[in-house]
T-cell receptor, first 110, second 116 residues
Framework: QKEVEQDPGPLSVPEGAIVSLNCTYS??????FMWYRQYSRKGPELLMY????GNKEDGRFTAQVDKSSKYISLFIRDSQPSDSATYLC??????????FGTGTSLTVIP | GAVVSQHPSRVICKSGTSVKIECRSL??????MFWYRQFPKQSLMLMAT?????????EQGVEKDKFLINHASLTLSTLTVTSAHPEDSSFYIC????????????FGPGTRLLVL
């Protein structure tokens, strides 16, 4: 079983839709959770960072962590064509070992 | 935020030559940097973790003699692909952690290597 599972998609939504991206994990010791956005042929960009459980909101983006279910989500409200990218979840306990999901490809259609 | 740069952004070389890729932390000192490889439509594959002033720690299956990593200063790490072959063609991305900062890493823009 992989440490982190992420549906690769692809996911295609109309502009203005609410997008839900998810990852599940198996290691209950994970306590730091991240979402990265990666445009084609570019390096990943840190989008959201959360410690432990709870919600975090930044503009149109909301990150949720449910440690009891070992499940994290990224919600994008009022999606825009510029949100079209691959979204990677990542998580860790402490130290330098990060665990990445495989990424979900999102296309927002104008 | 923390900014990481890479140079070059793209490189084309002949088979058998060596290629050096630089990774710099522009606005912070990075004691730890990471090197990743990414194939099209696939996720990141960690190649090695480098700590300033010490030898890099390579992941299983990564040839340390082929992928030479040097982290000689707190703002610069280099990856040298020695005797490159077409199968080394890939997207190479570095990242760095900010000491005392968030428990995350910041990525560079990546280097696309094409070996002919």
């Amino acid at each position: 079983q992989k440490e982190v599972e992420q549906d690769p998609g692809p996911l295609s939504v109309p502009e203005g839709a609410i997008v839900s991206l998810n990852c599940t994990y198996s290691n209950s010791a994970f306590q730091y959770f991240m979402w990265y956005r990666q445009y084609s042929r570019k390096g990943p960009e840190l989008l959201m960072y959360t410690y432990s459980s709870g919600n975090k909101e930044d503009g149109r983006f909301t990150a949720q962590v449910d440690k009891s279910s070992k499940y994290i989500s990224l919600f994008i409200r009022d999606s825009q064509p510029s949100d079209s990218a691959t979204y990677l979840c990542a998580m860790k306990v402490t130290g330098n070992q990060f665990y990445f999901g495989t990424g979900t490809s999102l296309t927002v259609i104008p | 935020g923390a900014v990481v740069s890479q140079h070059p952004s793209r490189v084309i070389c002949k088979s058998g030559t060596s290629v050096k890729i630089e990774c710099r932390s522009l606005d912070f000192q990075a004691t730890t940097m990471f090197w990743y490889r990414q194939f099209p439509k696939q996720s990141l594959m960690l190649m090695a973790t480098s700590n300033e002033g010490s030898k890099a720690t390579y992941e299983q299956g990564v040839e340390k003699d082929k992928f030479l990593i040097n982290h000689a200063s707190l703002t610069l790490s280099t990856l040298t692909v020695t005797s490159a072959h077409p199968e080394d063609s890939s997207f190479y991305i570095c990242s760095a952690r900010v000491p005392g900062g968030l428990e995350t890493q910041y990525f560079g823009p990546g280097t696309r290597l094409l070996v002919l």
